[in-house]
């Protein structure tokens, strides 16, 4: 049977996200449909389990609400004491991260996960705290009711009426190892309302009334029950793939949701991110920059709704056009987007913004082709979106309006000499052309008023009956009116097109600046020559003051020599920046993390190496396209740093001394050896799981197979002495030589790791009673008689071992003896060593002369 060849770069990247993982604390989460179903209960019953198994338990933050039931599974726990900060005169109690952290129990228990972190804290949401526990190999138990996961937060909303205000990205109950579903029926959630277990009377009473109404109740458990069935679907997907299991996998879903300004953008975001879980499918936001100018607060929520998508995982795309349905469909397209989602028009029907929109869906339907298309309604809440022109904004100063208002006057006023003359019809070319050189440099505001005021003026002033509104003649009236129109669409459109010009002259400064960058830094030829020039034009461009502190080669954020004179950082400036190293993460000024210093803190992120950090003095945050050319730029920086840091190792290790240089080419070899074992095993471990492993069985000599595993050995067995030991006559067997050789192999390795030089290992073979056997024996220090049981299992590895495999050797050599229907048993020697005996039954022919 053939099986799937895995990818390299996927199989050395499942390798180090497995070996990450056991790094990394587990998370386990009591998720319930609202408080009061018993999630504190269950996570302090499952934490007294632990403690009676001799598990290391602490408690974190436990708000128990002074229930007995619960202070009684209090008893016994190590109880961290809370962190008390002061805020407004008043002291508020938190967990203390840096306590916990320092104790560093096995397990730590964090009630309400959602919870926002009084001011001075060094994360926001507590959710970050615990983020950094796991991320110190500290495990944790904590609790979370549906509505306060990010998703779901408009659903929950538009079913009870009331807006959560505390929420964390899904992606923490995604990734979460374990989640534990504490449920109850609607009626006995009432029981304990009405018994005072959650609240307190009064507050029980008006509970009922509002929140803890039966249908409200009844809606947000049949939301959690489905969270946690996708989840365990999701599970189950993701363990057929890892084993290779066969199904019917669909073909790979993309969706794109379109944003924008509006806040009701946050609940299509919301909505794309539930679907594209469900669907087991990957998501982009799209923001469709156009003309317009934006206010302060359009640029705030527009902020707002990208940073949604990225905390909810999303990707996000910026771009501009003036055709929204082209540019969508060409973006969806390059992107190989299945399903594109966006909002429904509003219910007033005569506005221009809800026609525009019926326009916009109707075509973008009729050109999507083989794109799905799907149209949201929304509640909206808050501020409703503004319904504009697709136009430049009323944002001129009024030297502007000024601007404009003379410029007709003095025009009006060189034309009265010569309006008998000229007539009034020419009096009007001349206004047209005024007006056209304003739109080359004013904005829609003053070409409005100009035009307004030109109309007006040539009316009163210049047609027949003068100095009067009054219009006498049809010819007249249709003149002036299309002096207007024409004067108006004149000026909006040269605005338009300047706005496009602007934009297009940004995106092209965006470009050079970056440019300009790549081809500075790739002429610098050190680690200064990069700073310095990444100071300059971050100053340039960003108008912030920046200052790189770079790691002295050992891991460690000490090496300060690259800031500027007096330049000095304080010890608790110093800790924020070592923990952005750490955590490769944000914190500081206009972050979650820590937001009360004086800089904010950017991780430098090399492709293979983690050059350091730069603090920057901001008085705003990078937001928008600013936040996206920020990031690009770091990027740069950060990969012109690692190259020169990676470049000045290379040119130390190219002057070392001959005999160091092949000490390194044999480590080099030998390590090269290693990954290819350890590929080959986890390939074959692969193949033992997923159950395509078969043998193919042929008449097969010993000799050879013993000559085929040592000279393949050579090098390792150099060391010690080899002692074959076959009988005469020995028999053909039918086996699969090539997977017992890959048995002996690792058998024979093995030996080669733990036994004393000049030992000998010895291979013996015979033939008895219908079964091969094949001993393998050597003088090492054998195994702890503990663990002679557990010697096959994955990933076992015996104490104080030297080597750098991950125990999956003698798994795969029993898992290729069993594929002959044989056994493996390991045991002591009696004067030290180890002995492993394979049973193999097999057919026998003699050879020829025997």
């Known amino acids: 049977m053939e099986y799937p060849r895995l990818n390299p770069d996927e199989l050395l990247a499942s390798l180090q996200q497995e070996e990450e993982s056991k790094k990394r604390g587990k998370l386990k989460i009591f998720f319930g449909m609202s408080p009061g179903v018993g999630k504190t209960y269950s996570m302090l019953k499952t934490a007294q389990t632990d403690l009676s198994k001799g598990v290391n338990v602490a408690v974190g933050y436990v708000e128990s609400h002074n229930r007995p039931e619960t202070n009684a599974l209090l008893e016994g726990l190590t109880i961290i004491p809370r962190k008390k900060i002061e805020y407004k005169g008043k002291i508020l109690e938190e967990m203390d991260l840096d306590e916990i952290l320092e104790v560093h129990p096995y ?111 009844t809606a947000l458990r049949e939301m959690s029950l489905r969270m946690v069935a996708d989840r365990v679907d999701m599970q189950l997907k993701s363990y057929m793939q890892q084993k290779r299991i066969q199904g019917p996998w669909k073909a790979g879903s993309h969706l794109l949701v379109m944003v924008g300004t509006s806040p009701t953008s946050a609940q299509l975001i919301r909505w794309t991110k539930t679907m594209a879980y469900s669907m087991d499918a990957g998501w982009t936001a799209l923001y469709v920059e156009t003309p317009q100018i934006l206010s302060e607060e359009d640029k705030k929520q527009l902020s707002d709704n990208i940073t949604l998508v990225r905390q909810l995982g999303g990707n996000v795309i910026t771009t501009t056009g003036n055709d929204l349905v082209e540019t969508c469909l060409a973006i969806a397209r390059r992107e190989n987007i299945t399903h594109i989602v966006i909002g429904k028009p509003g219910k007033d029907k005569r506005s221009a913004f809800s026609f525009r929109k019926r326009d916009f869906l109707k075509k973008l339907t009729e050109k999507s082709g083989n794109i799905d298309i799907y149209i949201l309604g929304s509640e909206s809440s808050g501020r409703k979106p503004k319904r504009k022109l697709i136009m430049p904004g009323f944002t001129s100063k009024f030297r502007e309006y000024l601007s404009a208002v003379l410029a007709v006057i003095i025009t009006i006023l060189l034309c009265i000499p010569f309006s008998v003359e000229l007539g009034y019809q020419s009096v009007s070319f001349v ?49 002036l009116m299309m002096f207007f129109i024409i004067a108006l669409l004149n000026g909006v459109l040269t605005a338009k097109i300047r706005k496009q010009e602007r934009l297009a002259i940004n995106r092209e400064e965006t470009t050079n600046a970056l440019f300009h960058l790549t081809k500075e830094l790739s002429g610098a030829t050190s680690v200064k020559e990069v700073i310095l020039t990444s ?41 924020i920046a070592n923990w952005v190293f750490k955590h490769s993460k944000n914190a500081g000024r206009f972050t979650d993390t820590l937001p009360s210093g004086e800089y904010t803190y950017y991780p430098l992120k090399g492709s293979r190496t983690k050059p350091g950090i730069v603090a920057v003095r901001q008085n705003k945050a990078f937001t928008g396209e600013t936040g996206i050319f920020w990031d690009t730029f770091l990027a740069q920086i950060s990969n012109a740093i690692e190259h020169q840091y990676l470049g000045q190792i290379a040119q130390r290790n190219s002057i070392l001394p001959e005999n160091k240089k092949t000490n390194f080419y044999e480590d080099i070899y030998k390590s090269s050896k290693r990954l290819k074992q350890l590929i080959d095993n986890l390939l074959d471990m692969s193949r033992l799981e997923s159950g395509n492993i078969s043998i193919n069985p042929d008449w097969c000599d010993i000799h050879d197979l013993f000559d085929r595993v040592t000279k393949n050995l050579a090098d390792d067995l150099k060391s010690f002495r080899t002692d074959i030991v076959i009988p005469e006559p020995m028999p053909l067997v039918k086996i699969d030589s090539g997977l017992i050789e890959h048995v002996l192999y690792n058998l024979v390795h093995n030996s080669c790791q733990y036994a004393p030089a000049g030992t000998t290992i010895r ?88």
């Open 431 to 479: 206004l047209f052309a005024v007006l056209s050189l304003l739109a080359s440099f004013l904005r829609i505001g003053p070409i409005l008023l100009a035009a307004t005021l030109s109309a007006l003026a040539w009316n009163f002033i210049f047609i027949p009956p003068q100095f009067t509104f009054h219009v006498e003649t049809t010819h007249n009236i249709l003149t």
């Open 107 to 217: 397990l730590v228990l964090v009630d309400e996960l959602a919870h926002t972190n009084a001011p001075g804290s060094r994360h926001l949401k507590r959710y970050q705290d615990v983020q950094e526990l796991l991320d110190n190999g500290i495990n944790v138990y904590t609790t979370v009711n549906v509505q306060h996961l990010e998703s779901k937060a408009d659903t929950v909303a538009q079913i009870t009426g009331i807006t959560v205000k505390e929420t964390l990205p899904d992606e923490i109950f995604e990734k979460a190892d374990e989640v534990e579903l504490v449920d109850i029926t609607p009626d006995e959630l009432f029981v304990r309302l009405a018994e005072g277990k959650v609240y307190t009377p009064e507050r029980s009473e008006e509970a009922v009334k509002n929140f803890f109404r039966k249908g409200n109740i």
């Open 535 to 575: 100071t300059k034009d971050i100053r340039k461009l960003f108008s912030v003051d920046a200052y790189f502190i770079i790691q002295n080669g050992s891991g460690q954020l000490t090496n300060k020599k690259f800031l500027p004179p007096g330049q000095k950082f304080s010890d608790s400036e110093m800790g």
């Open 763 to 850: 291979l013996k073979a015979f033939y008895d009673n219908n079964n091969l056997i094949i001993q393998e024996m050597d003088r090492g220090p054998g195994f702890d008689p503990d663990a002679l049981p557990h010697v096959f299992n994955k990933y076992h590895r015996s104490k104080d071992i030297k080597t750098g495999g991950l125990g999956l050797g003698l798994s795969i050599t029993k898992g290729f003896v069993d594929a002959h229907k044989g056994s493996i048993s390991v045991e002591n020697r009696q004067n030290g060593g180890a002995r492993f005996i394979i049973l193999i039954p097999t057919e026998i022919v003699f050879k020829r002369g025997s």
